[in-house]
C-alpha cells in the first residue's frame, strides 16, 4: 500500500517514512505542498499524511485541491495546531482523523492501520458491493454475483483493486497506465483490451464504466 506523506520537518519526516516502510508500507516523503500536490495528480494512494503548516502550499490548501480533484483517499492531519478552530477547518476541508505533534510512531501505525481498514473495507471479511450486483473481496480478489464466480488473471485484479481503491471517480487512461503498470511500456490500446476482457468475463459493460475525456470507473454500492 503507498502512502504519501507531507512533513516539513527532516527528523519527523525520515521517522515516520522509515517506520511505516518496516511496517510494509511503501512510502513517497515531501517536504512542501506543491511537490506533493503534484504527485497526488500523477499516482494514486492509499492514504495522505498531511501537514499543516509547510512551505509553498500548505496541508490546508493541498486538502481542498484533492476535494476540488474529487480524490476520496481519506486523510490524516499531523500537526500542533489542535485547538478547536484549527480542527473545524480541517473536517469541514474533509480530513478523515488528527494527530497532535508530538507523537508516537506506535500511535501512528494504529490510526493509519484503522483508518484504511475502515476506508478500504465496508465489511469484516473486506467485500466491497459493486454495480451490477457483484460482490468483489479485496483481500481474496474473488468477484461474484449470485449466479457465478468470475475468474481474473493477475493484472485484471491489479486493475479492478485500482479502480475500486478510486471507487466512484474515474480515472484516465494515464492514470491507470501509471499506477497499475507502474509506468512501464502499455499502450493505451492495450489497457482498453484488458478493459473489454473483464467486461466480457463479468458479462456487463457497465461493471467497469466509462466516458469519453474522463477515462474509467467502478461505482461502489457499500
Not at 509547510?54 to 481519506?74: D, F, M, R
Not at 474533509?94 to 476506508?119: A, S, T
Not at 468477484?143 to 464466480?149: G, S, W, Y
Not at 466509462?210 to 470507473?217: V, W
Amino acid at each position: 500500500m503507498k502512502i504519501l506523506l507531507l512533513e516539513d520537518d527532516y527528523n519527523y519526516n525520515e521517522s515516520i517514512k522509515e517506520y511505516l516502510e518496516l511496517l510494509g508500507y511503501e512510502v513517497d516523503a515531501f517536504f512542501d505542498g506543491e511537490s506533493a500536490l503534484d504527485a497526488i495528480m500523477e499516482k494514486c494512494y492509499y492514504l495522505f499524511l498531511l501537514d499543516v503548516k509547510v512551505p509553498k502550499l500548505n496541508g490546508h490548501e493541498l486538502i481542498k485541491y484533492i476535494k476540488e480533484a474529487n480524490i476520496t483517499t481519506p486523510i490524516i492531519i499531523m500537526t500542533s495546531l489542535v485547538d478547536i478552530d484549527n480542527i473545524e477547518i480541517g473536517y469541514q476541508l474533509g480530513c478523515n482523523d488528527y494527530l497532535k505533534k508530538p507523537f508516537e510512531l506506535k500511535e501512528l501505525e494504529l490510526r493509519v492501520r484503522e483508518l484504511i481498514k475502515k476506508h478500504y473495507q465496508t465489511s469484516s471479511d473486506g467485500e466491497f458491493r459493486l454495480s451490477c450486483g457483484f460482490v468483489f473481496n479485496f483481500e481474496t480478489g474473488e468477484l461474484k454475483n449470485e449466479e457465478k464466480t468470475v475468474s481474473l488473471t493477475s493484472k485484471e485484479l491489479d486493475l479492478v483493486r485500482f479502480l475500486i481503491r478510486r471507487k466512484n471517480t474515474f480515472c484516465d487512461i494515464e492514470l491507470i497506465r501509471e499506477n497499475v503498470w507502474e509506468g512501464k511500456e502499455i499502450s493505451y490500446a492495450d489497457i482498453r483490451m484488458y478493459i473489454r476482457k473483464i467486461r466480457l468475463k463479468v458479462g456487463e459493460d457497465e461493471f467497469i464504466k466509462s466516458s469519453r475525456g474522463l477515462g474509467y470507473r467502478i461505482d461502489v454500492i457499500a
